[in-house]
């Protein structure tokens, strides 16, 4: 009998932590179980901020994928996803195409730009490793290059981050706490450099609890952070951006620019004819898509409705890692032939958000704020808990977060 073929496109949270489940749920005579990445290891999406300031070498948020998947049970090839066939059930690959019975789409997100103009050609973003180093390399460059030029040159030294979210935020507390070793490495004087965040809504930190973003708002201030809230970018350049505010335009001259201002499901899955929103499947409670009872989507790609909010849940790591255990679940059942779907219900343990190190915000257990210290160590148990669920205590001896007394 032919055995079913089992194919998940990408090792993010969501893809990585169902390809773990299903290994260990389902025998290698029941299925024939593919990973698809494009690189060979899984990286933390939520340690890119650190790599992007230089603050955490970019190895650290790197787990080979030999490491967690075993590949006596699961075929991995490495390569880059083109397209979806959902009609015809096959995937094609940069190498090469893939025939499969069941799909799990896990393929992360892209940034949004919201259409404004010259992003694309002139922002540095937070998408991956790679991008993460190079950011790090560019702010590091331009500030060795200041002291270099014949005439004074402030958009070297100066950093812009457009939006103050939770991706924003965490780059610019690691950025604040680095300033001063750039500075003496380079030989500048700190007065001289700017740190700004942009945000076009009325609040930095939507949606978080105002004496929380009150607190981290002024922490980072303290650290030389400028803040212009209510202020929307309107272009990028190659020398900088414009803003606007009140209807009065204003220049912010910079050669380190970095979006962080939203993101969108990966263009392929919409690109393959899925129903999208923004990139995103509203998909059914058991992650199944509308019009495919054969493909689940899990991670960024998902929208998940709240129904107490009517809005979407933030496609966060948090929900990513709980969709692989409904996810794998229902793959089990469709391979056995089976009707006893789980639906997804997101549970939110709490969000907290790092301010640089030994510093964060954070709200658990329902209601309880956390605040500096004792917000960071949380901060670090709720990384090493992921790592130690993915790949047990060894995993989390490799690459965990033990400093929590900095």
Same mark, same amino acid.
């Given at each position: 009998m032919k055995k079913p073929k089992v194919v998940v496109l990408g090792a993010g949270y969501g893809g990585i932590m169902t390809t773990v489940k299903l290994q *260990?749920?389902?025998g290698t005579n029941e299925v024939d179980l593919t990973l698809v990445n494009k690189h060979d290891y899984h990286y933390q999406t939520t340690w890119l901020h650190e790599s992007s300031a230089g603050t955490l070498h970019h190895d650290r948020t790197r787990i080979p994928i030999k490491d967690v998947v075993d590949f006596n049970k699961v075929n991995f090839v490495q390569d880059t996803v083109i397209s979806? +066939? #959902?009609?015809?059930? *096959?995937?094609?690959?940069? +190498?090469g195409e893939l025939e499969y019975d069941y799909l799990v789409i896990g393929l992360g997100f892209e940034s949004a730009t919201f259409g404004i103009k010259g992003i694309e050609e002139h922002a540095y973003t937070i998408n991956n490793v790679n991008s993460s180093r190079l950011i790090r390399d560019t702010i590091e460059y331009n500030f060795s290059l200041y002291n270099n030029e014949e005439e004074e040159r402030p958009e070297l030294i100066t950093i812009v981050v457009g939006g103050a979210g939770f991706t924003g935020i965490e780059? /610019?507390?690691?950025?604040a706490n680095r300033l001063p070793e750039l500075c003496h490495e380079y030989d500048i004087d700190p007065s001289k450099v700017r740190l700004v965040t942009v945000e076009a809504g009325p609040s930095a930190l939507a949606g978080f609890d105002p004496e929380l973003v009150e607190y981290a708002m002024n922490r980072l201030e303290a650290k030389g952070v400028e803040f212009k809230i209510? =202020?929307?970018?309107?272009?990028? =350049?190659?020398d900088g951006i414009v803003v606007e505010k009140d209807g009065v335009q204003e220049e912010i001259k910079t050669k380190n620019f970095v979006w962080?201002?939203? $993101?969108?499901?990966?263009?392929? /899955?919409e690109k393959s004819g899925?129903? $999208?929103n923004r990139g995103r499947v509203q998909i059914r409670p058991d992650l199944r898509t509308p019009d495919y009872d054969d493909v689940i989507v899990v991670g960024d790609c998902a929208v998940i409705m709240n129904e107490e909010t009517g809005r979407p849940? #933030? #496609?966060?790591?948090?929900?990513a890692i709980q969709m692989a255990d409904v996810a794998a679940h229902n793959v089990?059942?469709?391979v056995r032939g089976g009707s006893e779907f789980k639906e997804f219900t997101p549970n939110i343990l709490g969000t907290v958000a790092s301010l640089g190190e030994g510093d964060a915000i954070g709200v658990v257990f329902g209601t309880r704020k956390l605040f500096g210290w004792m917000a960071s160590v949380m901060k670090k148990i709720i990384d090493n808990r992921y790592l130690l669920k993915l790949g047990g205590i060894g995993l989390l001896l490799k690459k965990g977060k033990f400093n929590i007394f900095k």
């Amino acid at each position: 009998m032919k055995k079913p073929k089992v194919v998940v496109l990408g090792a993010g949270y969501g893809g990585i932590m169902t390809t773990v489940k299903l290994q *260990k749920m389902i025998g290698t005579n029941e299925v024939d179980l593919t990973l698809v990445n494009k690189h060979d290891y899984h990286y933390q999406t939520t340690w890119l901020h650190e790599s992007s300031a230089g603050t955490l070498h970019h190895d650290r948020t790197r787990i080979p994928i030999k490491d967690v998947v075993d590949f006596n049970k699961v075929n991995f090839v490495q390569d880059t996803v083109i397209s979806i +066939d #959902p009609k015809a059930k *096959k995937v094609i690959l940069e +190498d090469g195409e893939l025939e499969y019975d069941y799909l799990v789409i896990g393929l992360g997100f892209e940034s949004a730009t919201f259409g404004i103009k010259g992003i694309e050609e002139h922002a540095y973003t937070i998408n991956n490793v790679n991008s993460s180093r190079l950011i790090r390399d560019t702010i590091e460059y331009n500030f060795s290059l200041y002291n270099n030029e014949e005439e004074e040159r402030p958009e070297l030294i100066t950093i812009v981050v457009g939006g103050a979210g939770f991706t924003g935020i965490e780059f /610019v507390g690691e950025v604040a706490n680095r300033l001063p070793e750039l500075c003496h490495e380079y030989d500048i004087d700190p007065s001289k450099v700017r740190l700004v965040t942009v945000e076009a809504g009325p609040s930095a930190l939507a949606g978080f609890d105002p004496e929380l973003v009150e607190y981290a708002m002024n922490r980072l201030e303290a650290k030389g952070v400028e803040f212009k809230i209510g =202020t929307a970018i309107k272009e990028a =350049t190659a020398d900088g951006i414009v803003v606007e505010k009140d209807g009065v335009q204003e220049e912010i001259k910079t050669k380190n620019f970095v979006w962080a201002a939203g $993101v969108r499901g990966n263009s392929i /899955v919409e690109k393959s004819g899925f129903e $999208v929103n923004r990139g995103r499947v509203q998909i059914r409670p058991d992650l199944r898509t509308p019009d495919y009872d054969d493909v689940i989507v899990v991670g960024d790609c998902a929208v998940i409705m709240n129904e107490e909010t009517g809005r979407p849940y #933030p #496609p966060t790591a948090q929900i990513a890692i709980q969709m692989a255990d409904v996810a794998a679940h229902n793959v089990k059942v469709m391979v056995r032939g089976g009707s006893e779907f789980k639906e997804f219900t997101p549970n939110i343990l709490g969000t907290v958000a790092s301010l640089g190190e030994g510093d964060a915000i954070g709200v658990v257990f329902g209601t309880r704020k956390l605040f500096g210290w004792m917000a960071s160590v949380m901060k670090k148990i709720i990384d090493n808990r992921y790592l130690l669920k993915l790949g047990g205590i060894g995993l989390l001896l490799k690459k965990g977060k033990f400093n929590i007394f900095k």
